[in-house]
């Protein structure tokens, strides 16, 4: 492992001597994606997928607010793209503890099944051709539920943690599992690549939540708050994501009782606050 960091940190310096940058994509242990992270110019967080979804399902944020609290701030974060939902960046290896232990792993992976209603089982593992037993293959729309409040959450989570936000295209119209192309192809990963038309794509804007996460999208691009220190909390059912950048501040509030989310957006003109639910 020591000689691929070497690597590693070689090739980001010869790419940076040229005029690029290096972006390392890996599946691995969290400390391994931290300690690759200070020798590459970024990474992708692969552990904020299934760390939102653990939240949602368990209403327990603690998890997911230790990674922020430690997770490399030189990441583009997503939460789905046209893979799976990755499992083993949560997991142990080795006597090393994850971020999330084995019966939550477990729980977490029979939720999404239930709730895709058993889609993704028939797109997970030996039940179709995959290159790898750790993803689970899904929507992220259809592992939560098709959930509209729920699925706005997510996506606010994602767009208030540290890095540049990624939203597949698949996600960014809240698609379904493609149930006929799995059944055509036998490939897991179809089941989230979806062919569209431009009737479908028309369609998919018209949808609320595709209207409210476009809302978000927005917000996360104008505010320069994005740009300043990052902040995370989590006490009694309330998760708080907070952005200053001198005058500006963003903040997200989930609270897990009533379960809805608060953003509020301060700079120096004006502050607004809406809840995400209003979006719908």
């Known amino acids: 492992l020591e000689e691929t960091f070497e690597f590693i940190e070689s090739l980001s310096t010869r790419a940076r001597g040229m005029g690029m940058q290096c972006l390392v994509e890996i599946h691995s242990h969290y400390q ?13 967080d692969f552990a904020l997928p299934p760390l939102v979804l653990h939240t949602l399902f368990t209403k327990d944020a603690s998890a997911l607010a230790h990674w922020l609290s430690i997770s490399p701030r030189n990441c583009f974060t997503v939460l789905d793209t046209h893979d799976g939902i990755g499992i083993v960046d949560v997991g142990a290896s080795g006597d090393k503890p ?3 232990n ?30 790898d037993l750790y993803q689970v293959n899904c929507t992220y729309y259809d592992a939560l539920g098709q959930n509209d409040l729920e699925y706005l959450v997510a996506r606010a989570i994602q767009f208030f943690s540290p890095g540049i936000p990624q939203v597949y295209y698949g996600g960014l119209l809240a698609a379904a599992n493609d149930m006929s192309l799995l059944a055509r192809t036998n490939v897991g990963r179809d089941i989230n690549r979806p062919y569209l038309s431009s009737s479908d794509v028309d369609e998919a804007f018209e ?19 994005f740009d300043g220190e990052f902040r995370v909390s989590y006490t009694h059912n309330q998760l708080e994501l907070v952005w200053i950048n001198g005058e500006a501040s963003a903040q997200l509030t989930v609270d897990f009782a009533d379960f809805d989310a608060v953003i509020r957006m301060v700079s120096a003109e004006e502050t607004t606050a809406f809840s995400l639910s209003s979006l719908l």
Not at 110 to 116: A, F
Not at 207 to 225: C, E, F, H, W, Y
């Open 98 to 100: 994850g971020l999330l």
């Open 32 to 44: 391994t994606q931290i300690d690759i992270a200070a020798r590459c110019d970024s990474v992708y």
């Open 207 to 225: 949808k609320p939540v595709v209207q409210g996460l476009m809302t978000l999208i927005k917000l996360r691009n104008d505010s320069s708050a």
């Open 102 to 131: 084995n019966d939550e792993i477990n729980n977490l992976v029979e939720q999404i099944h239930i709730n895709s209603q058993g889609e993704s089982r028939k797109a997970t593992g030996a039940a179709a051709n995959n290159v």
